[in-house]
Structure formats: structure tokens, C-alpha cells
């Protein structure tokens, strides 16, 4: 028989936007689940790390021959 799954906790993914349901595998971390899929938790990452531009390749330094 089929369990209905009409009282599971939801939060919003914070990469996405969307809504997602509790699941079994987060019983012990449901606080700290921030994210629907690991693919968001990706994202938000690569967004979130700073990006160093390289001067020498951006042609900002010049060499001093």
C-alpha cells in the first residue's frame, strides 16, 4: 500500500526559489537543508565564490623591458 505523503514538512529552495518537501535522507539535518538538489547547492556556490581577474592577462600591467 502506498503512503500518502500529504503532511511532510516544506521549505524554499534558496537557489531556486521552488518548494520543496522534507525527505527520509534529511530526517537528521531537516534544519540545516537549505537547498532542493545538489544541483542548486552547486550553483549557489559558484556564485557566492569571488572571482579574481588576472591583471596581466587583462592586459592591465604592462611589462617593464
Same mark, same amino acid.
Given at each position: 500500500?502506498?503512503?500518502?505523503?500529504?503532511?511532510?514538512?516544506?521549505? %524554499?529552495?534558496?537557489?531556486?526559489?521552488?518548494?520543496?518537501?522534507?525527505?527520509?535522507?534529511?530526517?537528521?539535518?531537516?534544519?540545516?537543508?537549505?537547498?532542493? +538538489?545538489? *544541483?542548486?547547492?552547486?550553483? +549557489?556556490?559558484?556564485? +557566492?565564490?569571488?572571482? %579574481?581577474?588576472?591583471?596581466?592577462? *587583462?592586459?592591465?600591467?604592462?611589462?617593464?623591458?
Amino acid at each position: 500500500m502506498a503512503h500518502k505523503k500529504v503532511n511532510l514538512p516544506e521549505k %524554499t529552495c534558496q537557489q531556486c526559489q521552488r518548494p520543496f518537501a522534507w525527505r527520509k535522507k534529511w530526517h537528521r539535518c531537516w534544519e540545516e537543508v537549505k537547498y532542493c +538538489s545538489d *544541483a542548486c547547492r552547486r550553483k +549557489s556556490k559558484q556564485k +557566492s565564490q569571488p572571482v %579574481t581577474p588576472n591583471l596581466c592577462h *587583462a592586459g592591465q600591467v604592462e611589462d617593464e623591458f
